[in-house]
């Protein structure tokens, strides 16, 4: 990667250049100016990487420099090398997204990390550029083609496979094997990115059956009979049809799944699993090969996306009801739900599904667990007395078709914990969430220099968090740390416009100890310092 510095000093400029470890950085001088103009005029002509720039030189001030080169080379990564330690400096470089201000004397060890992180980061844009074009022109031919009939004839075949004209989709090559199994390639569910994985699902599921498709295709055909088609039904979905006739053939195409699966994440950055079934001794017993790969993949819950599930590697052992959840842990489960201590709850349960990646049958063990606990929450709602919605009342198991790993599970439950607090009471009697939300609203306004959290809330009020926050944004408009935040701020901007406190004590007074932290709030509320709303405001 290439680099510019410019100083208008001769000796500090070389003296910059004999500190950089080129060689070990893999980096390369490409030009040197001595002073804003001239660098201007060599960018065209270096087209750098990076620039090492001096604030102070004649003619344009490095500030302009980048100001100006920023309009055409916006990819370029500034470092500001001054010996001005003035504070307005570095705000107004950091305005000009400067990369780091560091003052000379500069010390080559900084100097050396910092254009070492700059590399890296320019390396993962490349990729990230390289990732994005390469995905565009796949969404070209995307746009010419999505489902075709076989996609919908093979989906049949797995939905009703006893209708004859559902095998039309299986090649001849594949029927004349003498085993078979299929396998599901099923992308990444994130709930925090919902509508962008909504929005893009389609575009990828087209990239995984296409890389599918021409990876394993290209390896030993004579070994083995790929079919690969997209689920007509469900859009995270790939299936693939194998037939082979030696077992040792399914090694080397678990081996090629991998592959593929890194390279996958690795240069489309798609999130993905893959779960394979059973062999089979005929090709009608697919649809089964298929339903045993689904269960594989349920195992994403307890092991994350990215990896390999397969039947014939699982563990077999007899189904029995967890240890783990005994009548006595039970019984203490549903205390700490009758007395209110929602957090306690979620992470005794928490505590309890990671016990069960230790057993055998580990997946089944989770989904005892999970129905269990459900079934805990819906007793204890009935104790109180509480009617639940028909949308909370649904098969426990039917849920977790949805999730994709222990955070969504845990999500699952929340939302049960939240939908039951917005039918209950809290422990100071018949008081609404609403007058809980006033009272803290006053609590706040008086107490704003205190420790305030929504554990706190929740340890003081009894009420959930989650439903907490979400209802207090409902009423105000903000969430609790904004609204606290607003609130010291204007608490801040008093004392400032009133008095002629330190700031550093207004700081601690309106509950920062940290007083570059309180500047840092106080400027990305209000667009300015606590130094320059006092000269305006006094």
Not at 145 to 159: A, E, V, Y
Not at 456 to 469: A, E, L, Q, R
């Amino acid at each position: 990667m290439k680099v510019m510095i410019v100083e208008d000093e001769p000796l500090l400029r070389q003296g910059l250049i004999s500190k950089i470890k080129w060689q070990s950085l893999n980096l390369q001088l490409e030009g040197e100016a001595g002073d804003g103009i001239e660098a201007l005029h060599k960018l065209e002509e270096c087209k750098p990487d990076i620039v090492l720039t001096d604030v102070r030189m004649p003619g344009i001030d490095g500030l302009q420099f980048i100001q100006r080169a920023r309009q055409d080379y916006p990819r370029i990564k500034f470092v500001i090398i001054s010996g001005y330690g003035e504070f307005d400096y570095v705000r107004e470089a950091m305005k000009h997204s400067v990369k780091d201000y560091l003052l000379k004397p500069v010390d080559g060890e900084m100097l050396n990390h910092l254009l070492f992180e700059l590399r890296e980061e320019l390396h993962r844009e490349q990729i990230e550029d390289h990732n994005r074009i390469h995905l565009e022109e796949l969404g070209q031919l995307y746009l010419r083609g999505n489902l075709q009939s076989t996609d919908h004839i093979l989906t049949r075949f797995l939905t009703d496979p006893d209708l004859e004209h559902s095998l039309e989709g299986l090649p001849p090559s594949l029927t004349k094997r003498r085993y078979f199994t299929a396998a599901t390639a099923k992308i990444a569910y994130r709930r925090d990115e919902q509508d962008q994985w909504e929005q893009d699902c389609s575009l990828a599921r087209f990239s995984v059956h296409n890389v599918m498709q021409n990876g394993l295709s290209a390896a030993s055909p004579e070994e083995a009979s790929l079919t690969v088609f997209k689920h007509a039904h469900k859009l995270d979905e790939v299936i693939l049809f194998f037939g082979y006739e030696e077992e040792v053939t399914m090694y080397k195409v678990k081996k090629n799944l991998h592959l593929l699966l890194e390279w996958i994440q690795e240069n489309l950055g798609i999130h993905l699993s893959i779960g394979i079934g059973a062999a089979k001794e005929s090709y009608q017993l697919l649809p089964l090969a298929y339903m045993e790969s689904q269960k594989m993949l349920k195992n994403r819950l307890l092991d994350g996306d990215g990896k390999l599930y397969c039947a014939d590697d699982a563990r077999p052992a007899p189904i029995t009801a967890s240890p783990l959840l005994n009548e006595h842990t039970g019984r203490m489960l549903l205390g700490l739900l009758e007395a209110g201590k929602h957090i306690t709850f979620m992470n005794a349960v928490e505590e309890l599904m990671r016990g069960s990646l230790d057993s055998d049958n580990r997946y089944e063990h989770f989904e005892y667990l999970y129905t269990e606990v459900i079934h805990i929450i819906r007793k204890h709602a009935y104790k109180s007395g509480v009617q639940l919605p028909i949308t909370a009342l649904s098969a426990p198991l039917a849920d977790l078709e949805f999730a994709s790993d222990w955070l969504d599970v845990k999500a699952l439950l929340e939302d049960q914990l939240n939908g039951l607090a917005e039918l209950t009471t809290d422990r100071f009697g018949d008081r609404s969430s609403d007058a809980i939300i006033d009272s803290v609203r006053q609590y706040v306004s008086q107490h704003y220099a205190e420790e305030l959290t929504l554990q706190w809330v929740s340890d003081t009020y009894f009420i959930h968090p989650n439903y907490f926050s979400r209802r207090f944004k409902q009423i105000t408009g903000s969430c609790f740390n904004d609204y606290l935040t607003r609130i010291r701020v204007e608490r801040s901007k008093d004392l400032l416009a009133t008095t002629t406190l330190r700031i550093n004590l207004i700081s601690q007074m309106v509950g920062y100890e940290d007083q570059n932290y309180f500047c840092n709030v106080f400027r990305k509320v209000t667009g300015s310092s606590p130094t320059c709303y006092r000269k305006e405001n006094s």
